[in-house]
């Protein structure tokens, strides 16, 4: 019998989609809900995105295309970085993937051992701790609290960083804060 790989028991189902998944059906037996669970956008993206679409299955070749993602799409990728000020970086420094669970999911399993520690600022988006749970790493959790703005402080990562310290999971704005 097929068994998964045990690291797999880690594994727990997503508490953001359970509420989703609530809300909706709340939602279809008539309950005036408001949900705070995922960002869902209330807006179709624009014209330009379908017409890019419908050109690229005009002039797909059928073949397969390298895994780090097109060339025209990491160019526009490294474009946007320049406008932003981030510069001297090449194809080789950049990626795709399907989401941002996704390439998280990549670099940490690339990056971590299973007993390294992962630094995590509270409040936090919850498939951290997902992806750390499953990929058997330890989470230290750096409270960031209304006291101090929902701010990570300097001192709070110095005093957390330890021998096993491989990653810091910080994002800006801050999900699910807000917080720049």
Known sequence: MLTLAARMSRAQPSAIMEI?????????QGRDIISFSIGVPNFLPGPHVYEAAAAA???????????????????AYLTSLERGGISGYGRNHVATGVGAKHILFNLLYAMLDEGDEVL???PYWTSYVDIVDILGAKKTFLPCSA??????????????????????LFNNPSNPTGMV
């Open 147 to 168: 006291e101090q703005d929902y701010k990570l402080r300097p001192e709070q990562i110095a005093a957390a960083v330890g021998p096993k310290t491989k990653a810091l």
């Open 120 to 122: 995590i600022p509270t």
């Open 57 to 75: 299955l005009q002039h797909d070749s059928g073949q397969y295309g390298s895994n780090r993602g097109a060339d025209a799409l990491l160019d």
């Open 20 to 28: 989703a998944m609530k809300a909706k059906r709340l939602a279809a």
